[in-house]
């Protein structure tokens, strides 16, 4: 069982930055493909960023490429998520998760190929 808890949300005005990490509880994380999420009130969980399990493979949404980072530190069991010139429209629940299969291509916005999900962190980005 894989636990990952997310840290690092806040209120933020439009222009700013956050960073955001997720912590996992197990040391298998090295082996894992990890992903950030996205949900909006009333609108369904969206894939934001991914990353390979050796960091050498990262994917992001066309909404967030240029300004937001996906990284990870094996050695700490982390995974970030950078991110800059927040919009409104970045306003979310952002959740962590991560996939013990390899992904490949469309797979990684698919939320059904992650096996272990956080519980959230809350994203508020003020105009």
């Known amino acids: 069982q894989v636990q990952l808890v997310e840290s690092g949300g806040g209120l933020v005005q439009a222009g700013g930055s956050l960073r955001l990490s997720c912590a996992a509880s197990q040391r298998i994380f090295s082996s894992y493909a990890m992903g950030w999420f996205r949900q909006a009130p009333g609108k369904e969980r969206e894939f934001v960023a991914g990353?390979?399990?050796?960091?050498?493979?990262?994917y992001y949404a066309d909404s967030v490429k240029g300004r937001f980072t996906i990284s990870r530190d094996n050695a700490k069991n982390t995974v970030h998520l950078q991110m800059n010139s927040l919009k409104p429209e970045d306003t979310a629940a952002y959740y962590c998760?991560?996939?013990?299969?390899?992904?490949?291509?469309?797979?990684?916005?698919?939320?059904?190929?992650?096996?272990?999900w956080g519980q959230g962190t809350q994203v508020t980005v003020s105009s």
């Open positions: 998760a991560a996939a013990g299969k390899f992904l490949y291509g469309s797979d990684w916005y698919e939320r059904l190929m992650y096996d272990y």
């Open positions: 990353i390979s399990w050796s960091g050498s493979v990262t």
